[in-house]
């Protein structure tokens, strides 16, 4: 936990397939996520997560789009950069059904020129449901064991924090037995879970968190834990993550866009404003650039 009770606040700007509605402005260019993240920063965001978009708004895993996007946002502030794990999926046009990339695409994203500042991966496979974020029909998403430890090899070698997405608590006993293989040092201080519900078949409920998060502390007791969810859930799981005094929380238009009144976000940085409204309820305060990465150990 932070000294003084500060806690990282996340942004994941716009996801794979998130659309502007019900007055929601999602920003899928370069130049729109690089404003929408320097807003953020201003309130009170220490963190962005970006996924990119095509000229026509549609996602793309092009490497020189991720790119344009971190050149974007670091000319504009200095919030640290996280890219997507799993690129999201593209349409196939014949039967409009969707098509994940392969581990080859997903692990290409490690060696993007400027370099993100901190990676994610899901821990794990899931039947993905995520209407909020705009998948509305679910479907297998596969997170296999080699792109898993290729991934975890290759971010703790460059001196940087993986994001481990809790898909469910089964994910962190898996995680264990890998760093009992030698893979990484379970005492490691930058340990990232985030937890959360919402996405597929896992539950965005009190009771589900709660045992989740006591499972990765019950293993990992220097973790930082952080906290997530989707649409109208999001505020309320990150209200009680907050009343844990938890490392990290995520919120943006990735995930869902309602605000805790249940009134739409035009911009993420509304949300990032409430996410500090409700820490300060807690006696807790964002973190910044610098303090964000000591704890990340970055």
């Not at 209200?239 to 866009?257: K, P």
Request: aromatic content about 8%.
């Amino acid at each position: 936990m932070f000294a003084g009770n500060k806690f990282i606040i996340t942004v994941a700007l716009n996801g794979g397939m998130q659309q502007d509605r019900d007055g929601a402005i999602v920003p899928k260019q370069p130049a729109e996520l690089g404003e929408a993240a320097a807003r953020c920063y201003e309130a009170g965001a220490s963190l962005v997560h970006v996924h990119a978009r095509d000229p026509q708004g549609k996602n793309s895993g092009d490497p020189a789009i991720y790119a344009e996007i971190i050149r974007e946002i670091r000319k504009r502030c200095p919030v640290l950069v996280q890219t997507t794990n799993g690129i999201g999926v593209r349409r196939d046009p014949a039967t409009g059904g969707f098509i994940w990339p392969t581990d080859e695409e997903r692990l290409g994203l490690l060696n993007i020129d400027p370099k993100p500042d901190v990676f994610g991966v899901a821990a794990g496979s899931a039947d993905f449901y995520h209407p909020e974020g705009g998948y509305h029909r679910e479907t297998p998403y596969v997170n296999s064991p080699e792109f898993l430890r290729s991934t975890i090899k290759e971010v703790y070698a460059r001196g940087s924090a993986l994001e481990y997405e809790v898909v469910e608590a089964s994910v962190i006993h898996r995680l264990v037995r890998y760093a009992e293989e030698g893979l990484f040092d379970r005492n490691r201080k930058n340990i990232w879970l985030l937890h959360g519900g919402g996405f597929g078949a896992v539950p965005a409920i009190t009771r589900n968190l709660l045992f989740n998060i006591e499972e990765g502390l019950r293993y990992f007791p220097q973790a930082i834990f952080g906290i997530t969810s989707t649409g109208r859930e999001m505020f309320k799981m990150v209200t009680l993550g907050l009343s844990m005094q938890c490392d990290l929380v995520r919120v943006g238009f990735e995930d869902g866009i309602h605000l805790p009144d249940g009134s739409v976000a035009a911009h993420n940085h509304e949300m990032v404003s409430k996410a500090k409204e409700i820490g300060a309820l807690f006696g807790m305060a964002p973190a910044t650039v610098e303090e964000a990465r000591e704890r990340f150990g970055i």
